[in-house]
């Protein structure tokens, strides 16, 4: 499959890439932008995008890569998936992200996808999305007015749209540490090299042998991801008791509004979010094997 | 109208500068201008892994790649592999441990199999066949090809009558396999 013509950019600078996203809105062309290519591509192929200007934000160097700020991380929008499921600073802080990168796609998908890309995709059904709802993630844009931040809670605005405007590029994702909480990303499909049917991220912070809090990303759920506040609130203050935590994971499914499709119906998803929730938190809490 | 654009490319070794059109796809590239057609177009659509190639020594997806992309990078393909007419051990493996029927996956399986040892040089077998999870082969089953990438972690040296390993596979994944089907079974079963 031929994707239809298009003018080829490869900027070194972020203001660089800037001014041809200006110069094509100026000229009403249709311009999109490259990260890792392995969503964009694949509907050019298919022809269900035809942009007249494709920049590569490749080869601007400093829009991947991780940095320590001390109660924070910020990642580079251009870090690869590979990156994410094997770097040693998100594993030992933010390992829920580690978690979810390493289910996304398989291997030579993850040299090419990036974090960035895969945010501003904003599939329903993307693995990233939940995980980085679920931390509070500050979404750091530029654009012709210059830099703004945006908290999760606003980023994600319905299927596929985010709140990166035309014209403006995410250039990096912040996330707090999340030292001494339990977590798990926990995503169920039915083969190899699937899209999550239904996917939950969970994070978890057990004091004195209870659950203090406890924050849960659903995948999949809605046109956007989720927070499962019913059982976020269930779970605080529940014992590190895989019937205790069953309970609280019953309600997961609540304000949720999944699509049907051949992979299953609204009610399956329903009821399978109340499932992987479940082993989500199990397995964030470290009683993996009490499924059942 | 869309230009075309100068690329300079290091493909197995050779370096090649060329004109491509931007919407030139790197698999494309490879085949139609440098008569590389041992790198194979199974799906087209980013699933099935025929078109791996190594991308500075990492796999990528060759039909999901512009070649303008590649501009200034090195390019591995399976034709790359062999070194002074010697097959690679992993090209040498999935020969003698018949690790192809068609041989349709074969170059892209060997291909994903490099970069799965060079990021995890002793592999188990489920790591194996997760590392494989963007290859589909439609004849073996895959045991063969999991034996032959076993078999090059372990060091298995093939002589000129190399025995083929397979019957070591400890099966570890078909048994959790089964294990999870039993329990998705229970409670991840359609309701409606
Ligand atoms: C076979 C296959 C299986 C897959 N399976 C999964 C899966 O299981 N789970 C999952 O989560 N994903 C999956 N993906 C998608 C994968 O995660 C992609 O990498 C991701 O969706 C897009 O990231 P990218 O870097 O490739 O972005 P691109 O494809 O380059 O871009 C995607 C979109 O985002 C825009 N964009 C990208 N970066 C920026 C930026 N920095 N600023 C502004 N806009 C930007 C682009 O303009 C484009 O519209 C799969 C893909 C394939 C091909
Ligand atoms: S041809 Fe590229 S993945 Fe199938
Ligand atoms: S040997 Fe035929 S597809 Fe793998």
Same mark, same amino acid.
């Given at each position: 499959m031929i994707p239809s013509a298009f003018d080829y950019a490869a900027?070194?600078?972020?203001?660089?890439?800037?001014?041809?996203?200006?110069?094509?809105?100026?000229?009403?062309?249709?311009?999109?932008?490259? &990260?890792?290519?392995?969503?964009?591509?694949?509907?050019?192929?298919?022809?269900? /995008?035809? *942009?007249?200007?494709?920049?590569?934000?490749? #080869?601007?160097?400093?829009?991947?890569?991780?940095?320590?700020?001390?109660?924070?991380?910020?990642?580079?929008?251009?870090?690869?998936?590979?990156?994410?499921? =094997?770097?040693?600073?998100?594993?030992?802080? +933010?390992?829920?992200?580690?978690? @979810? &990168?390493?289910?996304? @796609?398989?291997?030579? +998908? #993850?040299? #090419?996808? =990036?974090?960035?890309?895969?945010?501003?995709? &904003?599939? *329903? @059904?993307?693995?990233?999305? @939940?995980?980085?709802?679920?931390?509070? /993630? +500050?979404?750091?844009?530029?654009?012709?007015?210059?830099? #703004?931040? +945006?908290?999760?809670?606003?980023?994600?605005?319905?299927?596929?749209?985010?709140?990166?405007?035309?014209?403006?590029?995410?250039?990096?994702?912040?996330?707090?540490?999340?030292?001494?909480?339990?977590?798990?990303?926990?995503?169920?499909?039915r083969v190899a090299q699937q899209w999550s049917i239904v996917a939950v991220a969970a994070l978890v912070r057990v004091e004195g042998g209870v659950i203090a809090e406890a924050r849960l990303g659903l995948t999949n759920m809605a046109s956007t991801p989720l927070r499962a506040s019913a059982t976020e609130a269930a779970l605080a203050g529940c014992a590190v008791d895989a019937e205790a935590i069953a309970a609280a994971c019953a309600h997961a499914a609540e304000g949720t509004d999944p699509a049907s499709d051949l992979n299953g119906d609204a009610a399956y998803r329903r009821h399978l979010a109340t499932v992987v929730a479940r082993r989500a938190v199990l397995a964030a809490v470290g009683l993996q094997g009490t499924r059942g | 109208m869309a230009s075309s654009t100068s690329i300079s490319v290091e493909v197995d070794g050779v370096s090649y500068t060329d004109n491509v059109e931007p919407r030139l796809l790197l698999v494309q590239y490879l085949r139609e201008r440098l008569g590389k057609t041992g790198t194979l177009i199974g799906c087209d659509t980013t699933n099935c892994g025929a078109c791996t190639v190594h991308l500075d020594g990492v796999s990528v997806k060759s039909c999901t790649m512009f070649a303008v992309q590649a501009d200034g990078h090195k390019v591995t393909t399976i034709e790359g592999m062999a070194q002074n007419g010697k097959l690679a051990p992993l090209q040498e493996a999935f020969h003698q441990c018949h690790a192809l029927q068609c041989g349709f996956c074969t170059p892209g399986m060997i291909m994903q199999s490099a970069s799965l040892l060079k990021e995890n040089p002793h592999p188990t077998e489920t790591e194996i066949r997760e590392g494989? %999870?963007?290859?589909?082969?439609?004849?073996?089953?895959?045991?063969?090809?999991?034996?032959?990438?076993?078999?090059?972690?372990?060091?298995? %040296?093939?002589?000129?009558?190399? !025995?083929?390993?397979?019957?070591?596979?400890?099966? %570890?994944?078909?048994?959790?396999?089964?294990? %999870?089907?039993?329990?998705?079974?229970?409670?991840?079963?359609? !309701?409606?």
């Open positions: 900027p070194t600078t972020v203001e660089e890439a800037l001014a041809l996203l200006a110069g094509a809105d100026a000229s009403g062309d249709d311009v999109k932008l490259l &990260a890792g290519g392995q969503s964009l591509i694949p509907v050019m192929k298919l022809r269900l /995008a035809d *942009p007249s200007l494709v920049v590569d934000l490749g #080869r601007i160097p400093g829009l991947s890569g991780i940095t320590d700020n001390g109660s924070s991380l910020t990642i580079g929008a251009m870090t690869p998936h590979h990156v994410m499921a =094997t770097d040693p600073l998100i594993a030992a802080h +933010v390992p829920l992200l580690s978690q @979810a &990168a390493a289910t996304v @796609a398989d291997p030579q +998908v #993850r040299h #090419r996808g =990036t974090f960035g890309g895969a945010l501003v995709h &904003a599939d *329903p @059904a993307g693995d990233m999305p @939940a995980p980085a709802l679920a931390m509070d /993630a +500050v979404f750091n844009i530029t654009g012709p007015a210059g830099p #703004r931040s +945006v908290e999760a809670a606003g980023f994600f605005q319905g299927y596929f749209t985010t709140a990166v405007e035309e014209g403006e590029i995410l250039t990096s994702i912040t996330v707090p540490k999340f030292d001494g909480w339990g977590s798990h990303y926990e995503k169920f499909t | 494989l %999870e963007g290859n589909l082969c439609r004849c073996t089953g895959y045991q063969n090809i999991v034996a032959a990438v076993k078999s090059v972690a372990d060091g298995v %040296e093939y002589g000129d009558s190399g !025995v083929c390993v397979s019957e070591s596979l400890t099966h %570890e994944v078909a048994k959790e396999l089964t294990d %999870e089907l039993t329990d998705d079974d229970s409670e991840t079963a359609g !309701v409606s």
